[in-house]
């Protein structure tokens, strides 16, 4: 069956550290998004792509970066973790032209000490 | 721009009772209206959607009726079981916002046996 995963699960860093979260979609979906959750906020957008070689800016995309080299994964980074970029991060596809359904990964809880 | 204000949570019901969550929005065009359902530890997963005015979308159970004239998409259940406890989304995407899902802040709902 197609899926969407993201690796780690959990993962705990430090300030000033670079970290990189995986995702990897098996549907050969176009659009790839990365959210982040947090209390009060509900989720927030942090950069999307709509194929490969193509990024955007979400409304949260400072302190972070994608690259998309290929259809399946969208991996991405901060630069150097922040206390404020602890949070739970979801991945997100969806087909080119049925932009509605997204569909998502599990999520990786990111810790920043 | 656009936005979707969803009733503040969390909300407590007993096994058997009516539920409504209450979600208005603000978008240019017209926009698709989802309800999206993430169980504990889990990624977000679509529970209904809407495309057009007066559709209702339904699912498991619980229905949302599309409303162009108070700009509402509530979330109704009849008779809520236990292993409806989850954080409900509603979010939207308009024409003008190239994919991109607007999400509420979630309501997270908890059933009692």
């Known amino acids: 069956d197609a899926e969407i995963t993201q690796s780690p699960r959990h993962k705990i860093t430090e300030t000033g550290r670079q970290v990189t979260l995986a995702c990897h979609q098996t549907w050969n979906h176009n659009n790839m998004f990365w959210y982040r959750q947090d209390l009060g906020h509900g989720l927030r957008l942090i950069h999307y792509s709509y194929g490969v070689q193509d990024t955007n800016k979400g409304e949260v995309s400072d302190g972070y970066s994608v690259s998309r080299s290929n259809t399946e994964d969208l991996p991405l980074t901060l630069e150097s973790a922040a206390s404020s970029q602890t949070s739970v991060y979801f991945c997100?596809?969806?087909?080119?032209?049925?932009?509605?359904?997204?569909?998502f990964g599990p999520g990786t809880r990111l810790l920043v000490l | 721009g656009n936005s979707v204000t969803q009733m503040e949570g969390p909300v407590t019901l007993s096994e058997e009772a009516f539920l409504t969550i209450n979600c208005t929005y603000t978008?240019?065009?017209?926009?698709?209206l989802f309800w999206y359902v993430q169980y504990p530890g889990e990624g977000l997963q679509l529970l209904l959607k809407?495309?057009?005015?007066?559709d209702k979308g339904s699912n498991k159970g619980f229905e949302a009726t599309y409303r162009k004239e108070t700009t509402s998409f509530h979330l109704e259940k009849g008779s809520v079981q236990v292993s409806d406890s989850a954080v409900y989304f509603c979010?939207?995407?308009?024409?003008?916002?190239?994919?991109?899902?607007?999400f509420g802040k979630g309501t997270l709902l908890t059933v009692n046996p």
């Open positions: 979010a939207l995407v308009s024409g003008g916002s190239n994919y991109k899902l607007t």
């Open positions: 809407a495309t057009k005015a007066d």
């Open positions: 978008a240019t065009g017209y926009p698709s």
């Open positions: 997100a596809s969806s087909e080119q032209g049925k932009s509605e359904t997204q569909y």
